[in-house]
């Protein structure tokens, strides 16, 4: 039985035959042409509106979402001035295929490297690669079968093609992209398991074989027969309290009252992004207030944590004036956004403060992007100024992870940001598709960085927290109460599975996971050791 | 103007413009955009707006082939519109 692994997706498993998508065209070798460069740009300009045409056409029959990536693909490809750059290279004697991937390298040249604008070059040079296969009559309109179930293995997939699955679609196989590239976000979205960054997965996967996908284990098994997928993941039975406390992951009112159907005691992570983004000033002190009291009236019973503005970076604000930066994500991002402009934090606290007092609930606060004991110290003051009592820092650097013993006395709780905390311990930009594996949140220096998170705020009488998205894994959410985390927290989806996990198992079991999944020399090897030490 | 839109001169705005620009050249007047009078380029062209990559909260010149002062108003206050588009 063939094994092959990557990075999951979920926490489901699905049977399924594949369906192999087979390598997308080739840029074709540069060639002079034998036709007039008339002739040469008539078929060109077919060519483009035949691509348009059946992106439009499939943009149709999307979801709003994904219609809106299509149409803006294809009012791209019939943008006047792709013929313009490739009359040129048609003058100059070039064939039409030469000519389109010519012109459109010109544009994505000029693209690439760009932290916001890179990842639109290969969009782009899909756009012209599609063009290619027109011109060349490859039939490259990809038709995903619609009776099932099929499991969908393909080097990557576009949203044209993603915007094709239907229920027959059980679980997708890729063999490039990372947990946030397009595939790993629209597979979430459809609740269905996903195998992403699976080396080989094209060259060694056969066309219409039976293959589970376990996507909690990471794993797909080869020419499974449907009765295989007994036994992959593993179901959990109740006997206690959880080791470690499961709270929630909201951003709005309405996540607060989805999350309060759960189990989850409390919010471990409230973003108040949302109100920032999307507007061209900032959000005034009633209208922060109201939002902040609505989670407040709606979360379930326990500590409520609110997160102040992570904003740069990913999200950058006009209103900041912060600026262009060549690395926003080393940039003015999270709390430093205080030195440049003071009052967006002292507007949040006051209207933490006020939403406390309206509700007669307590808040708890929590700044992001923490590098030093002076500003954790800092933003302690002021949260505590304002009367909020319970004051925490985030841990995403690692710098902060070698000074946490000095933050006794000055933060109640440190939290630690697994998705930030890995891009900054692995020097992997998130965003960056081919650092992906780097990412992997089994990685065992991140479990290590955990568990010295855990003894060294321990020591200093700090509670710790996990609200990445990590801990929705529930298999790492019990590493991660086994290296000593008190509190995990996820979005509101995951909270009963996490929970079965966490009421199964005692915290000295859990210490047993936790230590065989740091003897894993690699992520995959961690995973293999934890859940072999899981007991059933 | 400023670019308002939160990831800056990107795939929606862009498109507006694209569109906005399309048809006023119907009518006969251009609109040309970027960040200095020497490097406009034609706002009908997503590709080429793109490739300013400008982000949010630059500001960016816009350049109207009009000389009708009403029009050219009414006409700014959609291309600031397409700007803050996300």
């Known amino acids: 039985m063939s094994t092959f692994s990557g990075i999951g997706v ?105 932290d916001l604008f890179g990842e639109r070059v290969a969009d782009l040079q899909d756009l012209a690669l599609q063009v290619v296969a027109r011109l060349t009559g490859q039939d490259w309109s990809v038709s995903i079968p619609k009776v099932g179930p099929i499991v969908v293995v393909a080097e990557d997939l576009s949203p044209a093609e993603t915007a094709q699955f239907t229920d027959a679609v059980v679980a997708v196989i890729t063999q490039g992209g990372g947990p946030t590239s397009h595939t790993a976000i629209i597979c979430r979205q459809r609740s269905i398991p996903a195998l992403v960054a699976v080396a080989g997965a094209l060259e060694n996967i056969p066309n219409h074989t039976g293959i589970v996908v376990d996507a909690f284990k990471g794993e797909a098994y080869l020419s499974a027969e449907v009765t295989d997928l007994v036994g992959a993941g593993k179901s959990r039975t109740r006997t206690g309290k959880p080791i470690a406390e499961v709270k929630g992951n909201v951003g709005s009112v309405a996540d607060a009252k989805v999350l309060a159907e759960t189990e989850a005691s409390g919010v471990g992570l409230m973003r108040t992004e949302l109100l920032f983004l999307s507007r061209s000033t900032a959000p005034t002190l009633e209208e922060q207030t109201e939002l902040y009291a609505g989670v407040l009236n709606e979360a379930p019973s326990g500590e409520v944590i609110f997160r102040t503005l992570d904003a740069g970076s990913d999200k950058p604000l006009p209103y900041l004036g912060i600026g262009r930066e060549e690395n926003p994500s080393l940039g ?202 899981l007991p059933n | 103007m400023p670019v308002v839109a939160k990831v800056g001169l990107h795939a929606r705005p862009v498109a507006l413009l694209a569109k906005l620009a399309t048809e006023l050249a119907a009518e006969g007047i251009t609109v040309r955009i970027g960040r200095t009078v020497e490097a406009l380029v034609d706002a009908k062209s997503s590709l080429r707006m793109l490739t300013l990559k400008i982000a949010s909260g630059e500001e960016v010149l816009v350049e109207l082939g009009t000389t009708d002062a009403a029009r050219a108003e009414s006409i700014f206050t959609q291309v600031a519109e397409a700007l803050a588009a996300d």
């Open chain 1, 10 to 114: 979920g926490d489901s498993s699905a049977w399924g035959k594949t369906f192999v998508l087979g390598p997308k065209p080739k840029a074709p070798l540069e060639a002079k042409s034998t036709i007039s460069s008339e002739a040469e740009q008539k078929r060109l300009v077919k060519a483009i509106a035949e691509v348009s045409e059946y992106l439009a056409d499939t943009a149709s029959q999307a979801d709003e979402m994904t219609a809106e990536i299509l149409s803006a693909l294809s009012a791209l490809v019939q943008d006047p001035a792709l013929i313009e750059e490739a009359t040129v290279h048609l003058n100059d004697g070039w064939t039409a295929e030469t000519s389109v991937v010519r012109a459109m390298n010109s544009f994505t040249e000029l693209l690439a490297g760009d």
């Open chain 1, 332 to 533: 003015v991002r999270g709390y430093r956004i205080n030195s440049v402009d003071a009052g967006i934090l002292d507007t949040q606290l006051k209207a933490l403060a006020q939403a406390q007092a309206q509700t007669g609930r307590e808040v708890s606060v929590m700044a992001p992007m923490i590098s030093t004991v002076a500003e954790a110290s800092d933003f302690a003051e002021l949260a505590r100024g304002h009367g909020i009592k319970t004051v925490g820092v985030m841990v995403e650097t690692p710098s902060i992870c070698m000074v946490l013993d000095q933050l006794a006395g000055i933060v109640d709780f440190v939290s630690i940001g697994t998705n930030d905390l890995s891009q900054y311990l692995f020097a992997a930009d998130r965003q960056n598709s081919g650092v992906a594996a780097l990412l992997n949140p089994w990685q065992p220096a991140l479990l290590k960085t955990i568990e010295l998170i855990c003894q060294q705020a321990n020591l200093a009488g700090i509670k710790v927290g996990v609200c990445g998205e990590a801990a929705a894994d529930p298999l790492l959410a019990v590493v991660m109460a086994g290296l000593g985390v008190q509190s995990v927290s996820m979005a509101a989806p995951a909270v009963t599975k996490v929970m079965d996990y966490l009421c199964s198992i005692s915290t000295q079991q859990a210490e047993q996971v936790a230590q065989a999944a740091l003897r894993g020399m690699n992520p995959a090897q961690a995973k293999e050791l934890a859940l072999a030490a």
